[in-house]
């Protein structure tokens, strides 16, 4: 008998698939059945031997009857043997009963368990097993496997722990020693069979079998398992988070429990925001985490305030992602962490290694390119490099798709050949415990790690932290690693970048919200203290500053930005985002008023007038329209001055306000004007109203370009660059397309990859119309339908610009459908240049390698530029994320409309308003690439607007400050300013951070009229650096302590 057949053989003796023997019934009932009557059906198997029923929340009651026979197949006795029943199954809701006794509940995530039945078999005894299940909400239901097993006690033999051993011997050997199969196939081929009936000789013969194989054992256990229980606990998904804290509250107590009864266990935990939970509202609890910390029994994990998406947020959020985790660790558990742990985080973009590193964090883990859907992550462990050269030691922790990962020994020894063959190493990591929805390792996962443990022919087995296994395995293979230097690409979940709308509005906009509140607070104090006045308003500035930032950092959880989870979670996220924007508002509007009160304005004489106070938050000077709400019921003309008295251009718009042209802010600064009513004028209408299709031309032009709007669709017919002799496009440009996109299981989470070959029909032009044809701006609206949903779009034509900005108002009522906004180019190019989280990616257009291929919807922030060597274009927007891109063709994702698993995803608002929707997006023709282009500045004056006060003439509080002036000067092109705020240890210290943008070396000079100057250069924690010079390295990110 050869080895495959001795080790099914084994295995039947003790093992029994009971998968064809259940009846179902497809109704509630009121209690767990003790019989199985006619009403009964037998159940039949599918092709993946898995017995299934409907989608939707519909429940299915399985059962059948368990009789202990004396033996398997008239062979091995069972008596004095313990019954477990293994099973596996797919459900909302699983409740699993036996002789009527509810022992074993659980879900989609906790959906898999090996339950006793009895610890020593009586033969004839019946049991009646049955199964509650409830299928998802957005999938069928499945019972996938059940299972038999008949197991002597965690101490002894039986044939199937034999089988599994001699299952693990043979990988190990055929993989690394095949020389040793042999021997292997000799030594099982001595079994007497004869004695299979009597199970205390056959026992005795299979441990002479044993015996005779430990020459075998050393090779086996030079091999290391190193185990960290876990517990992936999703803040809100397909649950609120006032659920996760009762998870958390339970799983964490089942943890501590077990510590007392296996004192070796460890466990690790992320997510500095739970903790602070657990503080407020648990504080025994939290107490004992804190003991087993100091005990090295429980590892803090992550140095993030959440487990964020960090493809979507900008670079100071994941700073402060990192600042506020870190600071709350070293506070509450005196240390900081030094490991980046996302398991679950859905991509990685190219500057997290540099912003990691200067948190102070050495490694980083994640398991989620586990499930690229095209090709499979090459390293296991490897040097992951930033742009800037910042590298930083990373481990693909081990795979955990279901959620559920235990001690089967079966596969982690897969695991670990595979982990063998990849990287070299004989050390494993593995992170037993029940996840997703909470759990951690439990008793039986345990008694099985020690079981094989005690097995000569399985690995060393080692509780330990992740800190202890990576110093270990990084001072082994370091030198060796290959490096990654690029983005961590995931090769799914692409729809995230678009999925739920109004998540990525309110993170965008609150996002630079707080740049700008804070940076005007911090001004605002700096003023303060040097001029001794008593309007230090930014010690409970600082403080709300805080807490919105926090609770932005809560929304950015990585299923919640994404848009990934139920109903109820965006109700509660709206919510804060509320609460966010309310409050950052009133502070910088505060700010803004405190900084106004030190400006000298006796300059202007003029009576009869309004102050307007125009600060620019951006470190570079910027000449723009206003746009102010007059109040101007009476239809009265108003006249705008500058600081000299001279008369600016004014127009009025279509919804009756005022605009002007405001020429040269400076950076960093304001610049004063003022408003006068001219009673001796009326407003009288510019443009004739006509809201019908006609033959009149619909051209946008001014010095810089010239945009022909084709009246037959709406869409951009010609879009030329006056200045550059160059047509922009190649056909319809804004065109609007729609796809049907319901191909992946993954709903919210996943584009259809064939979405191409679903076009549907366009929208239909309904109406088009000049709104405004003024000499400052001119804007024509288009309106379109397409099945229940509306498009309105107003092309909008500044006159100082060559930017054409279309402003999109849409009520979105589709389902399963894919909404792209295209631009085909008159140019090609090779590449295009993405905007992200400090800095930029270039990504082909010409997709030649499997992985270029499985780039086609690809993760921007604000700008995508297509550029050659001679001349460019940039697609700019305010808070959409997916693009894709052909040589000659930009395209922005807008919408989609998934329903799993929130039903009227971006269709109906969790508030419960329709699904209305309001983005701009840009386009912007220029000569040469990008850099000199400046796209970036573009792509930030898009999201950033300037800030309008309005002030009655008053005097000064005290007059030190001129009408007009830059108060911070960084005199380099190629920085963008991220922070300027007070330090976290002292309030009269002030940090300034920013990032190289081109990927060149800049050394800056920074002036201020404050009289504060750089004087240490320090990482993101604000600790110093031993470099101290002020050159910044290309692609850098840089932070100083001002005093």
């Known amino acids: 008998m050869n080895l495959q057949k001795v080790i099914l053989t084994l295995k039947s003796l003790t093992e029994l698939e009971i998968q064809n023997n259940w009846f179902y019934l497809d109704r509630d009932l009121d209690n767990s059945p003790i019989n199985i009557d006619q009403n009964w059906q037998k159940g039949i198997v599918n092709e993946k031997n898995y017995l299934v029923w409907e989608k939707g929340n519909q429940v299915r009651w399985f059962a059948q009857k368990i009789i202990i026979p004396k033996s398997l197949n008239n062979n091995y006795p069972l008596d004095s043997l313990s019954l477990r029943i293994a099973l596996t199954w797919w459900a909302e809701l699983a409740q ?30 019946e049991y009646i097993i049955s199964l509650r299940l409830v299928s998802p909400s957005h999938d069928i239901g499945g019972l996938m496997a059940s299972k038999c097993l008949y197991e002597s006690n965690y101490n002894d033999i039986d044939p199937s722990f034999i089988a599994n051993e001699l299952t693990i011997l043979e990988k190990y050997i055929n993989q690394f020693y095949p020389e040793k199969n042999t021997f292997l196939e000799e030594e099982v081929s001595k079994i007497n069979w004869n004695v299979i009936n009597n199970q205390s000789l056959f026992r005795q013969e299979l441990a002479n079998l044993r015996n005779r194989l430990l020459p075998l054992s050393n090779y086996i256990k030079e091999r290391n398992f190193y185990l960290l229980g876990h517990a992936h606990l999703d803040m809100a998904w397909l649950w609120t988070l006032e659920e996760t804290y009762e998870v958390a509250q339970r799983t964490f107590n089942s943890v501590l429990n077990l510590q007392k009864n296996y004192s070796y266990l460890t466990f690790g935990h992320t997510t500095a925001y739970l ?25 803090i994990l992550g140095g993030m305030w959440v487990e964020p998406d960090v493809n979507l947020i900008s670079g100071e959020s994941l700073v402060r992602q990192l600042l506020y985790g870190q600071k709350y660790f070293l506070e509450k558990f005196g240390k900081y962490n030094n490991i980046a742990w996302l398991p679950d985080t859905f991509g990685f973009p190219w500057q997290l290694p540099q912003i990691l590193q200067q948190a102070e964090i050495n490694y980083f883990v994640t398991g989620k390119l586990h499930w690229n859907d095209t090709n499979k992550f090459p390293y296991g462990c490897f040097w992951w490099q930033s742009p800037d050269g910042s590298r930083i030691f990373s481990l693909m922790s081990p795979p955990n798709v279901a959620g559920v990962m235990d001690t089967n020994p079966l596969t982690m020894t897969n695991y670990s050949v595979d982990w063998e063959n990849q990287t070299g190493l004989k050390d494993v990591f593995w992170l037993p415990g029940v996840g997703d929805h909470g759990g951690g390792p439990t008793r039986d996962m345990l008694e099985v790690g020690k079981r094989y443990d005690r097995s000569p022919f399985f690995p060393k087995l080692n509780f330990t932290t992740a800190q202890e296994y990576l110093e270990k395995i990084s001072s082994i293979s370091c030198d060796n690693l290959p490096v990654w230097n690029n983005e961590l690409y995931l090769e799914l979940h692409r729809g995230c970048y678009t999925t739920h709308g109004d998540q990525k509005y309110f993170n965008r906009y609150s996002e630079k919200l707080l740049y700008q509140a804070e940076l005007f607070s911090t001004i605002a104090n700096i003023l303060s203290r040097k001029f001794k006045q008593k309007l230090n308003i930014n010690a409970d500035h600082q403080k709300r500053i805080k807490e919105n930032w926090q609770k932005v950092l809560l929304n950015q959880f990585h299923d919640i930005l994404p848009g990934t989870s139920i109903t109820p979670v965006f109700t509660e996220a709206n919510q804060l985002w509320q609460e966010i924007i309310n409050d950052t508002e009133s502070i910088l509007q505060d700010s803004l008023t405190s900084i106004t009160s ?195 779009q107003d092309y909008i034509l500044n006159f100082n610009t060559p930017i054409l900005t279309i402003k999109n108002k849409v009520h979105w009522q589709e389902d399963y459908t894919l909404l792209k906004v295209n631009f085909p180019l008159k140019i090609e190019s090779n590449f295009v240049t993405y905007d992200i989280a400090c800095g930029n990616i270039k990504r082909t257009t010409k997709p030649e390698t499997d992985r270029e291929k499985a780039q086609w919807e690809v993760c921007g922030h604000y700008w995508a530029d297509l550029s050659n060597n001679n001349y460019g274009v940039s697609l700019l927007n305010d808070c959409k994320y997916g693009y894709d891109s052909k040589p000659n063709q930009l395209r922005l994702t807008l919408l989609r409309s998934p329903k799993w698993p929130d039903e009227k995803c971006d269709r109906v608002t969790p508030l419960g308003e329709q699904g209305y929707h309001e983005f701009s997006y840009s386009l912007y023709p220029h000569k040469n690439d990008w850099k000199k282009g400046n796209t970036v500045k573009k792509g930030y004056e898009l999201n950033v607007p300037l800030q309008i006060l309005f002030l009655d003439k008053k005097k000064a509080q005290l007059s030190v400050l001129p009408t007009t002036t830059e108060l911070i000067k960084i005199n380099a092109d190629n920085l963008i300013l991220m922070a300027l705020k007070i330090t976290e240890e002292d309030s009269n210290k002030i940090l300034f951070r920013g990032y190289e943008c081109y990927g060149d070396y800049c050394d800056f000079t920074f002036k201020s009229i404050l009289d504060f100057s750089l004087k240490t250069r320090v990482n993101l924690l604000e600790h110093p650096v031993k470099n101290q010079n002020q050159k910044i390295k290309p692609y850098q990110i840089f932070s100083f302590i001002c005093e």
């Not at 009963?97 to 610890?119: A, H, M, P, Q, Y």
């Open 275 to 299: 903790y602070k939970w657990i503080e407020n509202h648990n504080l025994p609890l939290f107490t004992q985490i804190q003991q087993a910390v100091k005990n090295n029994l429980w590892e």
């Open 96 to 125: 699993i009963f036996v002789n009527g006794k509810l022992v074993c509940e659980g879900d989609l995530f906790d959906c898999s368990s090996r339950i006793l039945f009895t610890e020593k078999v009586n033969i004839g005894e």
């Open 598 to 792: 030190y400006i000298n304005f006796d300059k202007i004489s003029q009576k009869n007038y309004q102050i307007i106070v125009i600060f620019n938050s951006l470190n570079w000077q910027r000449s723009e329209i206003i746009e102010i709400d007059i109040n101007n019921d009476n239809g009265i003309l108003y006249n705008v001055f500058d600081e000299n008295g001279k008369s600016l251009k004014t127009q009025i718009s279509k919804d009756g306000k005022l605009l002007f042209f405001a020429k040269n802010i400076p950076s960093i600064g304001y610049k004063s004007f003022y408003l006068k009513s001219n009673e001796t004028e009326k407003i009288t209408s510019f443009i004739e109203e006509k809201n019908v299709l006609n033959n009149e031309n619909y051209i946008l032009e001014n010095q810089y370009i010239k945009v022909n709007i084709d009246i037959e669709t709406g869409n951009i017919i010609s879009f030329y660059d006056k200045i550059n002799n160059q047509e922009v496009l190649n056909g319809y440009g804004n065109e609007l397309q729609l796809f049907e996109d319901k191909g992946q299981y993954w709903d919210a989470w996943n584009i259809d990859p064939h979405y191409q070959n679903y076009p549907l029909e366009n929208p239909t032009l309904t109406s088009i119309k000049w709104l405004e044809k003024g000499l400052l701006r001119q804007i024509i609206r288009i309106e379109k339908t397409f099945n229940r949903s509306s498009f309105i």
